[in-house]
């Protein structure tokens, strides 16, 4: 199975974004709708595939895929991308813009040493905070720290970013159509 | 909106200072109204530092990022 599944990939004239899902799955189920439009838009140029996670469990395994919904952008039969749990379409765009050029996505958020500023500065003010003992001020500036350290790895936590994409899906949402308005 | 003037290794030296006047402030090595100078200072060099941006530079249209 596993290796039909690559054989398959090699052989595909065009490159394929795999979406690795599960009928019980809430999340998949939530970025349908924008794969469904993705695949449309894409048509004829890269290829949608779905698997079954509970069909494949060894391919999954031995993809190295923990978590469902994840998608994997192929080309040339090379993974180029993948991403893990529900996204905006802004957020899959660059997997199907992956698969298609082959150069690996840009990734967003802050630079390494931005990271590495930030969190050394939240481990520094939770130090200070713990000498403190967490009173008064220094309560503050254990939260200062948190957040600073947050900061750094923010676009990392998948908590995050579901509860982002929900957030600026519903900024961006479109007013109803009022029927008889 | 505003443009990063600070290169990396002003970032880190400010981060660093930062630190270092915090924990003489809020640590509690240096009392009183000198101990709270610094922490105000060190909470400014901490912020321009993980930022990249000093106001003090703008102004003069003084940048340390080439």
């Known amino acids: 199975m596993e290796n039909n599944f690559f054989e398959r990939l090699k052989q595909n004239p065009r490159p394929v974004v795999v979406d690795f899902w599960a009928p019980w799955c809430g999340p998949c189920r939530a970025i349908e709708p924008v794969m469904k439009k993705l695949s449309a838009e894409y048509a004829g140029r890269v290829d949608v595939w779905k698997v079954n996670a509970d069909e494949q469990p060894d391919l999954l395994r031995s993809l190295r895929i923990y978590g469902i919904p994840t998608l994997v952008a192929y080309h040339n039969g090379q993974e180029v991308a993948r991403r893990t749990g529900a996204a905006s379409p802004a957020a899959l765009l660059p997997l199907f813009e992956a698969a298609l050029s082959g150069d690996k996505p840009v990734r967003s958020g802050p630079a390494a040493l931005d990271r590495l500023l930030r969190l050394t500065a939240g481990a520094a003010l939770g130090i200070l905070a713990i000498q403190g003992h967490f009173s008064g001020l220094y309560l503050f500036v254990a939260g200062l720290g948190l957040v600073v350290a947050f900061s750094a790895v923010y676009d990392r936590c998948p908590i995050y970013r579901a509860l982002s994409s929900r957030l600026k899906a519903l900024l961006h949402k479109e007013p109803a159509n009022h029927p008889g308005a | ?66």
């Not at chain 2, 400010?14 to 270092?20: C, D, E, S």
């Not at chain 2, 809020?26 to 901490?46: S, T």
Request: hydrophobic share 55%; proline share 3%.
């Open chain 2, 1 to 66: 909106m505003f443009k990063v003037n600070e290169a990396n290794w002003d970032r880190i030296a400010r981060v660093v200072l930062g630190i270092v006047l915090l924990y003489l402030g809020l640590g509690g090595v240096v009392a009183g109204g000198m101990g709270i100078v610094l922490d105000i200072f060190g909470a400014i060099f901490l912020l321009t530092g993980l930022v990249g941006i000093c106001p003090l530079y703008m102004p003069f249209k003084f940048s340390t990022k080439k």
